[in-house]
């Protein structure tokens, strides 16, 4: 058969490949091997961290400070992975997830992971409290302050009118990750408002950006603490105090949103496990200016989360020292 | 088949051509109807369902969600299934993440450095390929490095080759046997378009649940997404094996086993190669996407920079991910190429010159892998080498520079554009009757492709309403046909021109492979910065996404042309434009209803992107369905119904080819199979 | 040009070993095909009225048949007339709705999948209108492809190959592939893959309708050749009369599925059975393939017994001289008995193809050619 060389020589061209690297990877030895574990000094074992990562910067500065002492101080290996939350949530159960480093309510999730499966425990507050409401870009409110209350709001309502909304003011909500009221609180307090859902957070950033820069009207779902807040500082709008109870039935809903304390959760295997990293996660503690502060290092200098992380570390040394103790 | 074929041959034909089609009327008919209906009804009957709200399947879906979840661990099936495919799918990307990526130990180097890595698979490129694609993967993988992203770049290319092994590995037998079985060919083809048209964020969860985050749920997601055209390529050649050539081996007696092994599965080669060329495609593409469940690589990168507006970095992460599709795609065409000739031009001489030329070649390998085992520089990527830092900071203020020059003028033009297509469209579709909108599209349906497609339309128009998203899925329908429209004046245009010179067509198509493997993501933030979060923005990402696609088919089609037909009227002494309009266009028109026909696939493909930039409708329902819990029932029945959709207009654009095909006398096959498959976000 | 004696019967005589015995053969396609084939009702119906009642194609309709040992036997229609369906049918590479089909005597339609691919691998092979030739395989190994299958080594295959390139003169092209040979070399490449297995019978479908007419008439010439060398039962199938003529012993015309008239070449024009077979021979030189036995006339009182005399068989054209040189009618034999004379004139109005209107109808040869559906 005329193809038998051609296959013989297949043959012989992989067998040769395979003997070649493993010759050359079998008889030397490697760097990774030469090469000491890793840097720094860890007089308690530490091990391995896996640490979700949510996809927003706020997180992002949070889990790079985390990681990065966790690091440099304690001699963990920190492994970052990015997910979003639910999927984060699933990863305490199978054990691909050990920190969940900034966490925003999820009740039901707390439910299913921390009081039913039991795979998780409650690490305590980050020391930020989240903040969710509509937004105005800064120079808005500051040509009219009136607007800062909800009540003033449908005077304007055509000026904040775009091609989505057609003659009703715009209400642009965002990331389709966050729970929102917004349709229904815009119907109940009579808003002659349309929510615009904008799709993602980077649309939303956008927008606010634009709007601050271009001096246009625009009123918008957001949230802090959050980078963009460093950057542009935008002002929230009074909306009917929220009460205990007053978003049980989320159709007739007609209040703000509340604050959230924001918490640490992490598996009940490392908490278990003595790992010096435990008590890091449990110790630490900071303020919303200091996250901003952190993402704004990230997104708006664009530096490396590590390098944001040493930056801020080096400033803050009595923080960080207390979170080591 | 042979026996309806023979039928049809011989059936006579009836008539057609009269000086008025009365498809036309009828189509006239309907969209009065539709006009008269929308003014006198608007808003009635509409079947509207607002964002938060959810139908009680919607409901039953995240019980059967919750379920899952809550039985993941204890079911011993799913432990059993799941956890072997898992860790089976999970150790081969372990290998290869170790060769390539990094290790676990130590300094967490690539098993055989950086050096290692480019040596080798420059030798892989050159013996399965020429030396010319072997100088193009030499200089793609080195700018991985210089880019500053290798590692990254190394955990995309393991995930993928993984992906791509397990779809072959799948993807042929299955293939091999659609070839050979009507049957099973009849069962896989609609799994397979489901498969592909479903939007890849409603299974991302649920696979992140059943496989766990990380590598191997990445590299199943991309199975999934990447099996489907090595299945139907194989299976497709093997059916367009000449029937006088298998007819001939069955006048010698052969076997059935016989029959496949040496005459089907050789001649359907070629066409096997392209289906691995496109699975190779394919999984690239989901691998980037994979990074929304932790699939490490490039895809990780690029959704990163999204969160903090950085444009220059995402771009930087996509340049790469452009570099190694042109990369993965030239070496699998040269593969093929090389495959075909080498059995024809070989002699003994060539033969062993070119075997002691790889034999060189692979001690310079060795040499490589040995160098980046001792050589520190070899083995990491030097950082000081790297340029993707300032790269990403000059494109930034580009980027920034672009926004603030325009944004004005185009925001007028969104605004304008909205109120006067996007709105006036959107409200005959939603604001209409259902049951009008309906009568509509199967009246277009009839008339364009024919009773069967009008059928098809009629069950998939049934089932969206069963799902309960007629009215997200008619805004979602109006922004498709619009971007369909555009995509395909804009088609028309540059493929025409394309197609007539060769040199503009050198020209354009490396700028068309980039726009087409360049991940979507990269591009919103800028165009954001424009147009804002709206429908328009959505719009013109799907344009962007489909327009390469059609180009590239009007392209061919007007290329092969007839060569006599367009001399011929040039001899008539027509002009350019006569000729284009008179002669080419039309001779062309199965390729144009083709490019038609994939431009709406591609653009519907893009309906989640268009989610995440304002889009709205389905592909919101699916981007929310996926970040939140009590959404995500809703998010399968938006994804079930974007596949509807996608389903309907396929149909009915693929039956209306076809009858341009009978119509218009192809002298050449028309890629159909062939053409490049969309990628779904 | 024949290896046997024949009759102008339209079965093979019984004293000849027959190769190929069909019986009552139909090939109908579509839904309803059993019930067409075994209905009565519809043998009178036209293909295309069953086309209209039915929705079924009608490719070969009750057709019987003998092909006898070493006979050059010719299936002729145009287009569409089901003649490739017929000798696909031989082999079953397309299955028969009903009928018989005897290969020496075995029935072909009760072969399992096994024993009837053994009946292709060795006893019959096929050569093809569009050669049906592997493109990736040079011309060695498509040669070589029907043994390879029989899972003949490599070296004895090779060999075999070989000794059929020389015997078709393709000697010097083994390493060439398909697309590099022109048509008439590429059919020689299918000829020679069908003699490779040394079968007992070949079939042709039109294997020259695709070549150029010069190198059409060498492969016929080579056809002779063949068939004179190696005396295999060759069916070959054409919608070409003159090749009809020109190779066949025997000729079955079919028209619309249907067998319209089977004979020798010379029955055929001599005696066509209707007005299709008289109009499709209406263009031959009449001289070139009738016999003496078509034109002999009654033996004159006092014919004087000494004149020249010759057989019966004798083609016209070569009577000629003979004749000619005659003063008086040419007595015409037909073995030792006196059938008739012919004379100049009857010779000058065949030149002229001046037809006698009886002979164009002849009642007795058409009842001779509808005798030749066996029953």
Redesign the interface.
């Known amino acids: 058969m005329a193809r038998t060389p051609l296959r013989r020589r297949y043959i012989a061209g992989v067998a040769s490949v395979a003997a070649i690297l493993l010759l050359a990877t079998g008889c030397s030895s490697s760097l990774n091997t030469a090469a000491p574990a890793a840097s720094g000094s860890a007089a308690k074992p530490c091990g391995t961290v896996n640490v979700a990562m949510n996809d927003w910067t706020g997180y992002t500065a949070d889990a790079a400070v985390f990681s990065y002492v966790a690091e440099k101080k304690l001699g963990c290996t920190v492994k970052q992975s990015s997910i979003n939350e639910q999927v984060a949530w699933q990863g305490f159960a199978n054990g691909t997830v050990d920190v969940i480093i900034e966490n925003w309510g999820h009740d039901d999730l707390a439910k299913t992971y921390i009081a039913d499966q039991k795979v998780a425990v409650d690490a305590g507050p980050t020391g930020n409290v989240g903040q969710i409401g509509w937004y105005l870009p800064p120079w808005l409110a500051a040509a009219h302050p009136e607007l800062l209350d909800w009540n003033n709001l449908n005077k304007y309502a055509s000026q904040f009118a775009t091609s989505e909304s057609g003659a009703q003011g715009q209400l642009l909500d965002g990331d389709p990750s966050f729970v929102t009221n917004d349709a229904a609180l815009v119907a109940n307090l009579k808003l002659n408002f349309k929510v615009i859902y904008s799709g993602s957070e980077t649309a939303l950033i956008q927008a606010f950006r634009t709007a601050e820069k271009n001096k246009t009207w625009l009123i918008g779902y957001f949230y802090e603490p959050q980078w963009f807040i460093s950057e542009v500082a935008l002002k929230k709008v009074k909306l009917p105090a929220y009460t205990a109870g007053c978003d049980t039935d989320a159709a007739k809903v007609a209040c703000d949103y509340p604050d959230y304390t924001l918490n640490k959760v992490m598996s009940a295997k490392l908490d278990k496990s003595g790992s010096p990293a435990a008590a890091l996660v449990k110790k630490f503690n900071w303020t919303n200016d200091d996250q901003n502060l952190v993402a704004k290092y990230i997104a708006t200098d664009k530096m490396s989360p590590e390098a944001a992380a040493q930056k801020w570390v080096d400033a803050n040394a009595t923080k960080v020292d207390a979170w080591l103790k | 088949m042979a026996v309806t074929d023979f039928r049809r041959q011989f059936a006579p034909r009836p008539p057609r051509q009269r000086s008025i089609p009365r498809g036309v009327y009828a189509i006239a008919v309907a969209l009065l109807v539709w006009f008269v209906a929308w003014r006198m009804f608007n808003g009635v009957w509409t079947l509207p369902l607002q964002s938060a709200e959810v139908t009680p399947l919607h409901l039953w879906l995240n019980e059967v969600n919750a379920w899952v979840r809550d039985n993941r661990d204890s079911n011993v099936l799913f432990v059993l299934v799941f956890d072997s495919i898992r860790i089976g799918v999970g150790a081969v990307a372990a290998l290869f993440a170790q060769l390539f990526v990094q290790t676990d130990v130590g300094l967490q180097l690539p098993e055989i450095g950086w050096l290692g890595v480019v040596a080798l698979v420059t030798w892989v490129a050159a013996a399965v390929g020429n030396y010319r694609v072997a100088i193009l993967t030499a200089v793609g993988f080195t700018a991985f490095g210089v880019l500053g992203v290798f590692t990254e770049a190394m955990w995309t290319f393991a995930l993928t080759l993984t992906a791509v092994l397990f779809s072959v590995a799948i993807g042929l037998p299955l293939g091999i046997w659609a070839g050979v079985n009507k049957r099973v060919n009849g069962i896989l083809t609609p799994i397979l378009d489901f498969m592909q048209t479903l939007p890849s964020f409603v299974y991302l969860a649920p696979l992140a649940l059943l496989f766990l985050i990380g590598p191997a749920s990445a590299v199943i997601a991309t199975i999934i997404y990447a099996v489907p055209p090595i299945i139907r390529l194989t299976a497709h050649g093997i059916r367009s094996v000449p029937a006088t050539i298998a007819e001939a081996a069955d006048s010698l007696g052969v076997s059935k086993r016989q029959r496949l092994m040496t005459v089907l599965l050789p001649l359907a080669r070629n066409s096997m190669v392209v289906g691995l060329n496109q699975t190779v495609m394919a999984a690239l593409a989901m691998v980037t996407i994979a990074a929304l469940i932790a699939g490490p690589g490039l895809g990780q990168l690029v959704v990163q920079a999204l969160q903090s507006l950085n444009v220059g970095r995402a771009f930087v992460a996509g340049f790469a991910i452009v570099v190694m599709a042109i990369v993965l795609d030239r070496v699998t065409t040269a593969a093929s190429r090389r495959a075909e000739l080498s059995a024809r031009h070989s002699t003994p001489l060539r033969r062993r010159r070119r075997i002691i030329a790889l034999g060189a070649g692979l001690l310079v390998v060795a040499a490589a892998v040995y160098l980046s085992r001792s050589v520190l520089a070899a083995a990491r990527f030097p950082a000081e080498a790297a340029v993707g830092e300032a790269l990403g900071a000059r494109i930034n203020d580009v980027s920034a520079g672009f926004q603030n020059t325009f944004s004005v003028f185009t925001a007028s033009l969104k605004d304008g554009f909205t109120i006067r297509v996007i709105n006036p469209f959107q409200g005959l579709l939603t604001a209409t009757p259902f049951l009008v909108v309906m009568l509509v599209i199967l009246v277009i349906a009839v008339t364009v492709g024919g009773i069967r497609a009008a059928v098809i339309s009629t069950i998939c128009l049934l089932l969206i309403i069963a799902v309960g998203l007629w009215e997200d899925a008619m805004i979602t329908l109006a922004s498709t046909l619009i971007a369909t429209v555009i995509t395909m004046a804009l088609a028309l245009a540059v493929g025409v021109i394309m197609g007539r010179s060769d040199r503009v067509d050198r020209w354009l198509r490396p700028g068309l492979d980039a726009a087409q493997t360049m991940p979507a993501f990269v591009y919103l933030v800028p165009f954001l910065g424009l147009f804002g979060p709206s429908r328009f923005t959505a719009i013109v990402a799907a344009i962007i996404y489909a327009a390469p696609v059609a180009i590239k088919i009007i392209a061919e089609g007007i290329a092969h042309v007839s060569a006599e037909a367009v001399e011929a009227a040039q001899s008539t002494g027509a002009s350019p434009w006569q000729t284009i309009s008179k002669v080419q266009i039309p001779l062309a028109a199965s390729s144009i209803t083709l490019a038609a026909n994939q431009g709406l696939i591609y653009v519907l493909s893009m309906v989640v992107v268009g989610g995440l930039v304002g889009g709205g409708a389905l592909g919101y329902a699916v981007v929310a369905g996926f970040s939140q819990n009590a959404l995500f029932g809703k998010g399968l029945a938006a994804g079930v119904a974007i596949v509807l959709l996608g389903i309907m207009l396929d149909r009915i654009t693929q039956a209306a080819v076809a009858r341009r095909r009978r119509i218009v006398p192809v002298t050449r096959r028309v890629r159909d199979v062939t053409a490049p498959l969309p990628v779904t976000h | 040009m024949s290896a046997t004696t024949l009759t102008p019967t339209a079965s093979a005589t019984s004293d000849t070993a027959v190769d190929f015995a069909v019986r009552n053969l139909w090939k109908v396609?579509?839904a309803d095909a059993q019930r067409i084939a075994s209905d009565p009702s519809f043998t009178g119906h036209s293909a295309a009225e069953i086309?209209e009642e039915t929705?079924?194609?009608t490719a070969v309709r009750d057709i019987s048949f003998d092909v006898a040992h070493g006979e050059v036997f010719v299936v002729m229609g145009l287009s569409g007339s089901g003649k490739s369906t017929l000798v696909?049918c031989l082999?079953r590479?397309i299955e028969p709705t009903s009928g018989q089909v005897m290969l020496e005597g075995q029935d072909i339609m009760k072969l399992g999948a096994k024993e009837?691919?053994?009946?292709?691998?060795?006893r019959v092979?096929?050569v093809?209108?569009?050669?049906?030739?592997?493109?990736?395989?040079?011309v060695l190994?498509n040669i070589a492809?029907?043994l390879?299958?029989?899972g003949i080594g490599?070296a004895a295959r090779y060999e075999r190959a070989r000794e059929v390139i020389d015997l078709v003169g393709l000697h010097g092209y083994e390493e060439r592939?398909p697309d590099q040979l022109s048509g008439g070399m590429q059919q020689r490449v299918?000829l020679a893959?069908a003699l490779a297995?040394d079968p007992d019978v070949l079939?042709f479908d039109e294997p020259f309708s695709a070549l150029d007419p010069l190198i059409r008439r060498d492969m016929q010439a080579e056809v002779i050749r063949l068939h004179r060398d190696m005396g295999k039962t060759m069916v070959f199938i054409t919608h070409d009369l003159s090749e009809a003529l020109k190779l066949g012993d025997r000729i079955l015309i079919m028209r619309n599925g249907e067998l319209v008239q089977i004979g020798t070449g010379d029955e055929l024009v001599g005696a066509p059975a209707d007005d299709y077979v008289a109009d499709f021979v209406s263009d031959v030189d009449r001289t070139q393939v009738l016999t003496l036995r078509w034109v002999v006339a009654p033996v004159p009182e006092g014919l004087p017994t000494d004149g020249p005399g010759l057989p019966a068989t004798t083609v016209i054209v070569d009577a000629i001289p003979t004749v000619l040189g005659s003063t008086v009618p040419v007595r015409v034999f037909d073995g030792d008995t006196l059938i008739g004379v012919v004379d100049r004139d009857a010779i000058l109005r065949e030149i002229m193809g001046v037809k006698p209107a009886a002979v164009r109808h002849g009642g007795a040869s058409r009842a001779g050619a509808r005798a030749g559906r066996v029953g």
């Open positions: 396609f579509g086309l929705g079924c194609v696909r082999t590479l009837l691919r053994e009946v292709r691998r060795r092979s096929m093809f209108q569009h050669f049906g030739l592997l493109p990736f395989r040079n190994d492809f029907g390879e299958i029989r490599t592939f299918g893959r297995s079939l």
